[in-house]
């Protein structure tokens, strides 16, 4: 299994709202990200997590707390969004080998704020 | 620093043509490279890799060699389908698990 699965598909959510993106693998990972995706440019790093603990914040807003329950989860809790947030979120999942080892993404939640 | 610079795109061939995408890398060390793929409105799949210099990783008749003395890892496929449309990615891989990826190129194969 080299699937990483992300829900939901689809998202649309107020200013006001909060919500959360959720993630899942199982092929033992241990590093698992979140990325940020605008149209026609490459993904931004969000947040890294290495053995469950968050190992790189590329300063993201508070806005986007991310949380890695335990080593198959990674979710994205939102919460007061603007419209410039609405983007594609990605999550992908690496071993943890000093970085000289593929991510695995999922197909991503299309988030849009309105 | 660390980045990846890709050619600028959309890149149009007709089916059956040669393809090569340029990608150069600037780093510290010794980054693995990396290919990605995008299909619309779905996520990225890697396409191929290579760990070391004048490794050549390969998949689906695409092929990169990572050219450690021109910082380079070009794609390339002999002959493109319409079903090749896509955006490519570069990527570089270094310094604890940190990706990363060149603006991307769009290819549009046309039958």
């Known amino acids: 299994d080299t699937e990483v699965t992300q829900t939901p598909k689809h998202l649309v959510m107020g200013m006001t709202n909060k919500k959360s993106l959720k993630c899942e693998q199982h092929?033992?990972?241990?590093?698992m990200y979140w990325y940020k995706q605008k149209a026609k440019k490459p993904p931004e790093l969000m947040f890294v997590y290495s053995y469950e603990k968050l190992s790189i914040n590329e300063s993201v807003p508070s806005r986007f707390s991310p949380e890695c329950p335990n080593s198959s989860l990674l979710n994205l809790h939102l919460h007061a969004l603007q419209p410039e947030d609405s983007a594609l979120y990605l999550c992908?999942?690496?071993?943890?080998?000093?970085?000289?080892?593929?991510?695995?993404f999922g197909q991503g939640t299309r988030l849009t704020v309105v | 620093g660390n980045s990846v610079t890709q050619m600028e795109g959309p890149v149009t061939l007709s089916e059956e043509a040669f393809l090569t995408i340029n990608c150069t890398y600037t780093a510290t060390g010794y980054p693995s490279l990396f290919w990605y793929v995008q299909y619309p409105g779905e996520g990225l799949q890697l396409l191929l890799k290579a760990t070391k210099a004048d490794d050549k990783g390969s998949n689906k008749g695409f092929e990169a060699t990572y050219r450690k003395e021109t910082t380079s890892f070009h794609l390339e496929k002999g002959s493109v389908q319409v079903s090749d449309s896509a955006v490519y990615f570069c990527?570089?891989?270094?310094?604890?698990?940190?990706?990363?990826f060149g603006s991307g190129t769009k290819l549009n194969v046309k039958p």
């Open positions: 092929m033992g990972h241990r590093a």
């Open positions: 990527a570089l891989g270094y310094n604890f698990n940190k990706f990363y």
């Open positions: 992908a999942s690496s071993q943890v080998l000093g970085g000289n080892t593929e991510a695995f």
